[in-house]
C-alpha cells in the first residue's frame, strides 16, 4: 500500500505562488499517473492536474495556465507549482494516483495540504 504525505501549502495572496510537493511510499509510484485534487468546503473533491507515467499532463480549466504538475520518479515525488493564484483556489490540496480514468485505483487519501488564497 502506498502512503502520501502532502506538504508545501500555506496563506498567500491573490498573485502569489506556492509549490506543493507529495511524497510516496512504495513501488507503485512511477508506474502510476499521478494527480492533484482539491476540495473546498461545502464542495466536491475535484480533480486539479494528472501527468501520465510518461509525462503527459492535463489540467482542470479553472487552472490552465497557472499550474503545472510534474514528477520526480526517483524520489517517488509529485509537485504542483501553482502560480497567479486567486482565492477561488482555496481547498485542501490531495495527490492520489489518477484514477479510474487513467487505469488506477486510488490509494488511501493523505491529510493533505491546506491552501489559503486571501488579501
Known amino acids: 500500500q502506498v502512503q502520501l504525505v502532502e506538504s508545501g501549502g500555506g496563506l498567500v495572496q491573490p498573485g502569489g505562488s506556492l509549490r506543493l510537493s507529495c511524497a510516496a511510499s512504495?513501488?507503485?509510484?512511477?508506474?502510476?499517473?499521478m494527480a492533484w485534487y482539491r476540495q473546498a468546503p461545502g464542495k466536491q473533491r475535484e480533480l486539479v492536474a494528472v501527468i501520465t507515467s510518461g509525462g503527459s499532463t492535463n489540467y482542470s480549466d479553472s487552472v490552465k495556465g497557472r499550474f503545472t504538475i510534474s514528477r520526480d520518479n526517483a524520489k517517488n515525488t509529485v509537485y504542483l507549482q501553482m502560480n497567479s493564484l486567486k482565492p477561488e483556489d482555496t481547498a485542501v490540496y490531495h495527490c492520489?494516483?489518477?484514477?479510474?480514468?487513467?487505469?488506477?485505483?486510488?490509494?488511501?487519501w493523505g491529510q493533505g495540504t491546506q491552501v489559503a488564497v486571501s488579501s
Open positions: 492520489n494516483a489518477g484514477g479510474p480514468l487513467y487505469g488506477n485505483k486510488w490509494w488511501d
Open positions: 512504495g513501488s507503485a509510484f512511477s508506474a502510476n499517473a
